[in-house]
């Protein structure tokens, strides 16, 4: 059983940052895809970011141009930059390596 374990969220005023740091328990470095959802209160999840093994990155409409993706296979370890932060990026956000998923870290944006 893979485990993920996010950290680095956190309260930040808008317009702040923050890095999320997701550390998998083990290589990632046969991973075709790993990413970042999150979910807000009364909301689905969302697709936020995604990269895969060859380095190829995704990003949900709402935060392209703010939010960086990024991956250190020798760490085991993949990134969210956030930048530009919005009070509407609060949610909790969770490291995904399919079929596994971390247990999710909190950020909330005050305005």
């Known amino acids: 059983q893979v485990q993920l374990v996010e950290s680095g969220g956190g309260v930040v005023q808008a317009g702040g940052s923050l890095r999320l740091t997701c550390t998998a328990s083990?290589?990632?470095?046969?991973?075709?895809?790993m990413g970042w959802y999150r979910q807000a209160p009364g909301k689905q999840h969302e697709l936020v970011a995604t990269i895969r093994s060859t380095g190829t990155t995704n990003y949900g409409d709402s935060v392209k141009g703010r939010f960086t993706i990024s991956k250190d296979n020798a760490k085991n370890t993949i990134y969210l930059q956030m930048n530009s932060l919005k009070p509407e990026d609060t949610a909790v956000y969770y490291c995904?390596?399919?079929?596994?998923w971390g247990q999710g870290t909190q950020v909330t944006v005050s305005s």
């Open positions: 083990e290589s990632i470095a046969s991973s075709l895809t």
């Open positions: 995904w390596r399919p079929p596994h």
